[in-house]
């Protein structure tokens, strides 16, 4: 029989199916704790005295399992990481660097206005902008 939360209860441990857990009711008349949409189920203390070494050797078993678990995860983030640092650096090294008797960066050698033989136009934004800092270089 399910009994809701906030409802009083008689002492005794009663099971939240949803949350997976115990709640322990110590005198006749208490509220059962959680949200009101919550249902809890009564447990007989015996079923509790017998699930109890139950749920222990459970977590003796699965907390090496977990642990082992964690570390495999933890070496194959290690492992994925380095791979990505490796390309990463073999990818800088490979790229070809700066050779002598280059400009780079100068805008010289890839200037299309230049090969042209004209000025390149520029936008009225920044004719009205290169006017206005000739004026206040005059003053």
């Known amino acids: 029989m399910a009994i809701t939360s906030g409802?009083?209860?008689k002492g005794g441990y009663y099971f939240n199916s949803r949350r997976w857990t115990f709640a322990r009711v110590e005198k006749d008349g208490e509220t059962l704790p959680?949200?009101?949409?919550?249902?809890?189920?009564?447990?007989p203390v015996p079923i509790v005295i017998a699930a109890a070494p139950v749920l222990g050797g459970m977590f003796v078993v699965a907390f090496p399992i977990i642990g082992l678990v964690a570390v495999g995860v933890a070496i194959g983030r290690k492992l994925g990481g380095g791979v990505k640092e490796t390309a990463t650096d073999l990818a800088a090294n490979l790229a070809p660097g700066p050779l002598p008797g280059e400009a780079h960066l100068t805008?010289?050698?890839g200037d299309k206005a230049?090969?042209?033989g004209g000025a390149a136009p520029a936008a009225p934004e920044l004719e009205k902008l290169a006017s206005e800092i000739e004026e206040k270089r005059r003053k």
Not at 34 to 43: L, Q, S
Request: charge should be positive; aromatic fraction near 6%.
């Open 34 to 43: 959680g949200a009101r949409n919550e249902r809890w189920t009564r447990v």
């Open 7 to 9: 409802t009083p209860v």
């Open 107 to 109: 805008g010289k050698a």
């Open 114 to 116: 230049e090969k042209a």
